[in-house]
């Protein structure tokens, strides 16, 4: 099995920074990508960032110039840095991860996802 344990969530003042990790645990043959997702109450989940095996990133337009993703490989963790935090920012943050599970044998695709960590921006 698979485990996504995230942590670095909290209770901020407006324009703190504040970073999260993710950590994949398991059969994990490798990473396609791995990202954050976050939802805030009464809203759907949005993509906020996810980074590719290759590299790549990608961003959600509010976030922008704002967050940064990166990744250890050799850890399987993936960081989310978020500085200049607003109170819109208040939501839970899901780590994703789209894994290939398994050996060189025989492995197949899957995605999962953590059980969310809360971060709260005050004004």
């Known amino acids: 099995q698979v485990q996504l344990v995230e942590s670095g969530g909290g209770l901020v003042q407006t324009g703190v920074s504040l970073k999260l990790a993710c950590a994949a645990s398991g059969s994990i043959f490798s990473i396609t990508a791995m990202g954050w997702y976050r939802q805030a109450p009464g809203k759907g989940r949005e993509l906020v960032a996810a980074i590719r095996s290759g590299g790549s990133t990608s961003y959600a337009d509010s976030v922008k110039g704002r967050f940064a993703i990166s990744r250890d490989n050799a850890e399987n963790t993936v960081y989310l840095q978020m500085n200049s935090l607003k109170p819109d920012d208040t939501a839970v943050y899901y780590c994703?991860?789209?894994?290939?599970?398994?050996?060189?044998?025989?492995?197949?695709?899957?995605?999962?996802w953590g059980r969310g960590t809360q971060v709260t921006v005050s004004s």
């Open positions: 994703n991860a789209d894994l290939k599970i398994g050996t060189v044998l025989y492995n197949y695709n899957k995605v999962y």
